[in-house]
RNA sequence: GGCCACGUGGCGGAGUGGUGACGCAGCGGUCUGCAAAACCGCGUACCCCGGUUCAAUUCCGGGCGUGGCCUCCA
């Protein structure tokens, strides 16, 4: 029952063995709150969150720890909510809670720790403090600096040697800096800006600092799985790196590095100047920002796990509609077996070993329809298996199951004024047609439900409707 | 310019030194008052050029293409 991961640090995948199997720790870089998160961001989270659920389920709910933190400080944040009127706070608490709503909504769990920044200066200044004791860091011009000359390993795991990084710079050397690519840990605050006090006067952390001091503070000097997506490598994580080995007597940060692919939109790169930059709001029931129609969470979760983490990602129409395709058929399954929906059995084999292959959950899926066509010929087992197989992978069952989905309501209330259930009306209508054996005026309630983009589905259990794709 | 990924059928997407994963779409059929759904059946794919090999989509080299990083962007 061996779990292989694949390692940013190595570039192969390894067997995973934890420090601790009574505490296995993972860190995963949050967001920075300063806008509605966009569908690049759901990937990481949506990705770890599988992780988690699986590590939890090998290793025992209570003994897995994952921190993912909320980056509340950062220039960006300073100017939006110069723009917008309103205090950093309020942006930052605003934006936290939609966000959270958001992979919510997504099937993701709340991670077992969530640290601020803001919170963890203290933290960070004694972190910048021993690095500057150890030679690792100086104090200039109101900034403090890590010296990257100062470690003789830096690069290892973007492996990028720092003759290299130098050559290829584009950008100007500040004049404080000691070498080209030493990094800032502090840097001073103008008066307006937040600061806090520290020993080289007003000021606030560098963007990689604060990763360090809290990953060490709630995992320790060493852990197991420390993730994020692959644009991170550099400079970011070869940072953290950097710092936390120098402020810890050279101990690694992380066993294991693991990074998710990127994502692109309809084949482009997301931008807003290409004008395909979406949220993940605007995907979900209430809007309508993508392709002209509203999404399910579970959907845009599912679509999202049939690639490969390590994998690129299209982000397309075509691919949700798949995806939904998908979730619809195994609705199917549970029409003709029912599953207990509290039961707590283990996924079969054949899905967990696709799991603990480096996540690959595009094969584990593949198992899923096989199970799917098992049970849809009535093998109990197999439409159980399918069942704990989509809650292992965070599929929302209860949206899934639902006779209406969410965005299906949001769209024929949008579209039709449903609100009064004026749907529900003309299918009991229709019923007493067919009970009459009239089909003409039966037939006549469908095909005028069918114009208003209402599909009618006549079952065992009585006649759904679905809006028409 | 430097470094790094990736290139599989109409589409999406795993995987492998040698029997065409899987899904979506499409086509044919069964069932149903008619439909929809469901079910059954149907597919000579691995960017190009060399090399290694009995055998390459899979390994090696080169080329082309796409994308990422080198600018506090997941």
């Not at 809290?214 to 320790?220: D, R, S």
């Not at 693991?258 to 004008?275: D, I």
């Amino acid at each position: 029952m061996s779990l292989r991961l694949y390692n940013t640090l190595s570039r192969t995948k390894e067997d995973f063995a934890p420090l601790d199997p009574k505490n296995v720790r993972m860190y995963v870089c949050g967001p920075t709150v300063y806008d509605y998160a966009h569908i690049g961001n759901a990937r990481p989270a949506i990705v770890f969150d599988v992780l988690f659920r699986l590590l939890r389920h090998l290793y025992g709910a209570g003994h897995v720890t994952y921190v993912r933190n909320i980056t509340d400080v950062d220039d960006k944040i300073n100017a939006r909510a110069a723009e917008r009127g309103i205090s950093i706070r309020e942006l930052t608490e605003e934006t936290w809670r939609i966000y959270n709503d958001d992979v919510s909504a997504l099937g993701c769990l709340p991670p077992s720790v969530t640290p601020r920044a803001t919170e963890h200066i203290p933290e960070m200044i004694a972190m910048i403090e021993t690095l500057i004791a150890g030679g690792h860091a100086y104090a200039a011009e109101g900034h403090v600096l890590f010296d990257v000359s100062s470690k003789a390993d830096y690069g290892k795991l973007a492996r990028r040697s720092l003759d290299d990084m130098i050559a290829g710079a584009r950008v100007d050397v500040a004049p404080y800096k000691k070498g080209a690519m030493d990094f800032v840990l502090w840097k001073p605050s103008e008066t307006g800006t937040p600061g806090w006090d520290s020993p080289w006067g007003r000021g606030r952390p560098g963007w990689h600092i604060e990763c360090s001091a809290m990953a060490g503070k709630y995992l320790g000097e060493t852990f197991d799985i420390h993730g994020g997506g692959i644009d991170l490598v550099f400079p970011h994580h070869e940072n953290e790196v950097a710092q936390s080995e120098c402020a810890h007597h050279g101990h690694p940060l992380a066993r294991v590095w693991m990074h998710n692919g990127f994502l692109n939109v309809e084949g482009e790169k997301m931008s807003k100047s290409l004008g395909n930059f979406v949220t993940i709001r605007e995907h979900l029931p209430a809007n309508d920002a993508f392709g002209g129609r509203s999404w399910d969470g579970v959907t845009l979760r599912l679509a999202m796990l049939r690639s490969h983490y390590r994998q690129p990602i299209d982000w397309t129409v075509s691919g949700l509609v798949q995806a939904e395709t998908i979730l619809k058929r195994w609705k199917g399954v549970f029409r003709i077996v029912a599953v207990p929906r509290d039961s707590n059995e283990s996924p079969p084999d054949a899905f967990l070993s696709a799991l603990r292959d480096d996540l690959n959950i595009p094969r584990a899926v593949a198992e899923m329809h096989a199970l799917a066509d098992k049970g849809r010929h009535g093998d109990f087992d197999a439409a159980k298996g399918l069942y704990q197989a989509g809650k292992l992978l965070g599929i929302n069952w209860d949206d899934v199951l639902s006779p209406q989905s969410a965005s299906e309501v949001a769209q024929a209330v949008a579209a039709l004024g449903d609100e009064d259930g004026s749907i529900a009306a003309a299918i009991a209508a229709r019923k007493e047609a067919r009970k009459a054996k009239n089909f003409a005026e039966a037939d006549r309630i469908r095909d005028e439900l069918l114009a208003q983009g209402i599909i009618l589905k006549d079952g065992p259990d009585g006649t759904t409707w679905e809006i028409k794709r």
